[in-house]
């Protein structure tokens, strides 16, 4: 164990939501080859018991990482050696028309704490055929190795894309603003004053100035090469379709009456643009009625169904259906076909029974030509209502909707400008952070725990003032702190409080045996002082 373990907390509030981390860190080195495992970490909550993940490390002799590929057909690795950038890759680097391929972007973070992201350019995927992947989209980070440094990773978007052309096609970066904590410029120790020897993680946890810093990212840009398929063997019936599918076909009956309806469900499942499948075309008798069938849509899978009505009796058969794609496991043209359906159909009682109504398409249009009786009594009847178009509601409700868009459309703004004011929306929840704290350390007060109680005053302390004010405690001092209070607002007597109680309490949490203040007076004082810097501060 070279350090450790060294002991960070950071606020986080992406997209209106907020969360807290508390970190413990640790330097490692291996002293020898071979496989070895970390156990879990464990923490006792109110709620139990939480343990992390056990590590499995392989250790090998030691080499120097060499560049490495994105994945399969992608080239090198841009932004070499950053400290943050997005990546963008895809699973494969030449298709066939209508083939899916999936494209990642992937956010690359270095010794950078991520406060919050949001796009700036949406990606366009011109020539594709685009479907989404938001559930599959992995926002926690993870850690990966690049140019021998060891990133935490998002993925931020995800995709599926089908060629809709051949050629090479431009996938377009993305663009996205991050606001993003990091190490501030600043000159570096004397090397007395670093045991470690001007050692990165000494800088960063004992000798650290962090800012948030607003900034673009932009991704990289991939050409994607499309074949289309071959002419060789192309069935005349080719659905047009690239991947791996089959098709299968159900009747509710297959024995009716004249004038009944029959249901008939075509469905093609399988891995591919069924998006892009037209409704196929049945070859029935022509004296048979077919309506336009229902099309639904479930994962990997597509149903057409077909409401038809047999006109007259006798013994016909649907026949099987030909469906043609191209295999992309195979490389070649493949040709599925349904069952065959004998359907057998006998004399009707006279009443048509059709879809919806009941009524054939021909028994629809002979309605409209009957001559109706004139209706003699005048029961029932009632005086015709003003039209609705030219009154005053009608009037009224046309230009409703203008003042209403123009509200929406201001409220919106405000909403979005709200959200991108990261200092602002710590500034208006300063307050509530700093009493969820000291809630949490009344939970230690009542349990006696002083130093658990004393860790949480001065965690509601200082997070109060750090978001109230927008400073960053790491690189602040009381000078800094009281400067900051008084411009902002704050009497004086108010700042000599805040200091003599971050000065007692700093005390009690490392030496709490030697301190014999009341933990209930420590805890109302510290209550009516956040009060009254808010009452005070601007």
Same mark, same amino acid.
């Given at each position: 164990?070279?350090?450790?373990?060294?002991?960070?907390?950071?606020?986080?509030?992406?997209?209106?939501?907020?969360?807290?981390?508390?970190?413990?860190?640790?330097?490692?080195?291996?002293?020898?080859?071979?496989?070895?495992?970390?156990?879990?970490?464990?923490?006792?909550?109110?709620?139990?018991?939480?343990?992390?993940?056990?590590?499995?490390?392989?250790?090998?002799?030691?080499?120097?990482?060499?560049?490495?590929?994105?994945?399969?057909?992608?080239?090198?690795?841009?932004?070499?050696?950053?400290?943050?950038?997005?990546?963008?890759?895809?699973?494969?680097?030449?298709?066939?028309?209508?083939?899916?391929?999936?494209?990642?972007?992937?956010?690359?973070?270095?010794?950078?704490?991520?406060?919050?992201?949001?796009?700036?350019?949406?990606?366009?995927?011109?020539?594709?055929?685009?479907?989404?992947?938001?559930?599959?989209?992995?926002?926690?980070?993870?850690?990966?190795?690049?140019?021998?440094?060891?990133?935490?990773?998002?993925?931020?978007k995800k995709a599926i894309l089908y060629p809709q052309k051949t050629g090479?096609?431009?996938?377009?970066?993305?663009?996205?603003?991050?606001?993003?904590?990091?190490?501030?410029?600043?000159?570096?120790?004397?090397?007395?004053?670093?045991?470690?020897?001007?050692?990165?993680?000494?800088?960063?946890?004992?000798?650290?100035?962090?800012?948030?810093?607003?900034?673009?990212? *932009?991704?990289?840009? +991939? /050409?994607?090469?499309?074949?289309?398929?071959?002419?060789? !063997?192309?069935? =005349? &019936?080719? $659905?047009?379709?690239?991947?791996?599918?089959?098709?299968?076909?159900?009747?509710?009956?297959?024995?009716?009456?004249?004038?009944?309806?029959?249901?008939?469900?075509?469905?093609?499942?399988?891995?591919?643009?069924?998006?892009?499948?037209?409704?196929?075309?049945?070859?029935?008798?022509?004296?048979?009625?077919?309506?336009?069938?229902?099309?639904?849509?479930?994962?990997?899978?597509?149903?057409?169904?077909?409401?038809?009505?047999?006109?007259?009796?006798?013994?016909?058969?649907?026949?099987?259906?030909?469906?043609?794609?191209?295999?992309?496991?195979?490389?070649?043209?493949?040709?599925?076909?349904? *069952?065959?359906?004998? +359907? /057998?159909?006998?004399?009707?009682?006279?009443?048509?029974? !059709?879809?919806? =109504? &009941?009524? $054939?398409?021909?028994?629809?249009?002979?309605?409209?030509?009957?001559?109706?009786?004139?209706?003699?009594?005048?029961?029932?009847?009632?005086?015709?209502?003003?039209?609705?178009?030219?009154?005053?509601?009608?009037?009224?409700?046309?230009?409703?909707?203008?003042?209403?868009?123009?509200?929406?459309?201001?409220?919106?703004?405000?909403?979005?400008?709200?959200?991108?004011?990261?200092?602002?929306?710590?500034?208006?929840?300063?307050?509530?952070?700093?009493?969820?704290?000291?809630?949490?350390?009344?939970?230690?007060?009542?349990?006696?725990?002083?130093?658990?109680?004393?860790?949480?005053?001065?965690?509601?302390?200082?997070g109060y003032v750090q978001n109230k004010i927008g400073i960053q405690m790491?690189?602040?001092?009381?000078?800094?702190?009281?400067?900051?209070?008084?411009?902002?607002?704050?009497?004086?007597?108010?700042?000599?409080?805040?200091?003599?109680?971050?000065?007692?309490?700093?005390?009690?949490?490392?030496?709490?045996?030697?301190?014999?203040?009341?933990?209930?007076?420590?805890?109302?004082?510290?209550?009516?002082?956040?009060?009254?810097?808010?009452?005070?501060?601007?």
């Open positions: 164990v070279l350090m450790g373990p060294m002991q960070s907390s950071s606020v986080n509030i992406i997209n209106g939501r907020m969360s807290e981390s508390f970190s413990y860190i640790y330097r490692l080195r291996a002293k020898k080859v071979g496989t070895f495992k970390i156990p879990p970490a464990i923490i006792r909550t109110q709620k139990g018991t939480i343990q992390s993940n056990e590590i499995t490390v392989k250790v090998t002799q030691g080499s120097v990482p060499k560049n490495q590929k994105n994945g399969k057909g992608e080239g090198t690795v841009g932004n070499g050696g950053a400290e943050y950038f997005i990546q963008a890759s895809v699973d494969k680097g030449s298709v066939y028309e209508g083939e899916p391929v999936t494209v990642t972007y992937k956010l690359y973070l270095y010794k950078v704490d991520p406060q919050g992201v949001g796009f700036k350019k949406p990606p366009t995927f011109p020539g594709f055929w685009v479907k989404d992947l938001p559930d599959q989209t992995d926002k926690q980070l993870h850690v990966e190795t690049k140019n021998g440094k060891q990133y935490y990773v998002a993925v931020v090479d096609l431009t996938i377009d970066p993305i663009e996205m603003e991050a606001a993003l904590a990091m190490q501030a410029p600043k000159q570096r120790r004397n090397d007395l004053m670093d045991p470690f020897g001007n050692d990165p993680f000494f800088d960063r946890f004992f000798n650290q100035q962090i800012e948030v810093y607003k900034k673009e990212l *932009k991704s990289n840009a +991939i /050409t994607l090469h499309v074949n289309d398929v071959p002419e060789a !063997g192309k069935p =005349s &019936g080719y $659905s047009g379709l690239v991947g791996s599918f089959r098709i299968r076909a159900n009747i509710d009956k297959t024995k009716l009456k004249e004038n009944d309806a029959l249901t008939y469900r075509v469905t093609v499942e399988g891995t591919g643009n069924l998006q892009q499948l037209q409704a196929f075309t049945l070859d029935l008798p022509p004296d048979w009625d077919v309506y336009d069938p229902k099309s639904s849509d479930a994962p990997g899978a597509k149903t057409f169904e077909y409401t038809i009505i047999p006109k007259k009796m006798g013994k016909y058969t649907i026949p099987a259906i030909d469906f043609s794609y191209f295999d992309i496991n195979s490389r070649k043209y493949i040709t599925d076909k349904t *069952k065959e359906y004998e +359907i /057998t159909v006998e004399k009707g009682n006279g009443t048509p029974s !059709g879809a919806g =109504s &009941g009524l $054939s398409k021909e028994d629809v249009k002979l309605l409209g030509q009957d001559i109706q009786f004139i209706k003699t009594s005048t029961s029932g009847l009632q005086k015709e209502p003003k039209p609705f178009y030219g009154s005053i509601l009608f009037y009224i409700l046309s230009i409703l909707p203008i003042p209403l868009f123009a509200f929406l459309l201001l409220f919106r703004r405000k909403n979005e400008d709200r959200n991108a004011d990261v200092m602002g929306s710590l500034r208006r929840k300063a307050t509530g952070m700093a009493r969820k704290r000291l809630k949490n350390a009344k939970v230690f007060k009542d349990k006696n725990d002083k130093e658990g109680f004393y860790n949480q005053v001065l965690l509601a302390l200082y790491a690189e602040t001092s009381r000078t800094t702190i009281s400067e900051e209070l008084q411009k902002h607002g704050a009497k004086p007597e108010a700042i000599d409080e805040f200091m003599k109680l971050v000065d007692s309490c700093e005390y009690a949490k490392y030496a709490p045996s030697a301190v014999s203040s009341n933990l209930d007076e420590v805890y109302n004082h510290s209550v009516e002082l956040i009060s009254n810097l808010e009452e005070q501060l601007r």
